[in-house]
């Protein structure tokens, strides 16, 4: 199989400074329940910026946020020019609120369609 079908299930709808929030489409929202209960989690989003065909047949990049002057590979980057434009970002849970998903660290624009989360092992402590 080389195609697929990817369904977004929200969008970032606020990016201001380290924080961002992240409304999941109704239909998924039970998908939220307990993610309050974890510190941190994966966002995979879609580079929408870079959704094109001049960017989807980027093989090789040179890494200029990170100071480096030699090319090499896509996938030994995190480059948003790509074959699939799909993001990924550790984030930090700051709160749920019913659909809405409040992170710090999430490195996509507003727009941005979120393909999925994953919540980390970590847990928040029970109280005592």
Do not use: Q
């Amino acid at each position: 199989m080389e195609t697929g079908e990817v369904r977004f299930i929200g969008s970032v709808v606020e990016a201001k400074d380290d924080l961002s929030v992240i409304e999941i489409y109704p239909r998924f929202c039970p998908g939220l329940d307990k993610l309050d209960m974890y510190r941190e989690m994966y966002v995979l989003f879609w580079f929408h910026l870079r959704d094109d065909d001049k960017h989807r047949s980027v093989l090789e990049v040179v890494p200029r946020r990170h100071g480096e002057t030699e090319l090499r590979g896509v996938f030994a980057s995190h480059s948003p020019s790509r074959p699939n434009p799909i993001g990924l970002t550790r984030v930090e849970i700051v709160s749920v609120n019913g659909c809405r998903v409040t992170v710090k660290g999430l490195d996509a624009f507003e727009g941005s369609p979120i393909v999925d989360l994953k919540a980390m092992s970590t847990r928040v402590p029970e109280p005592s």
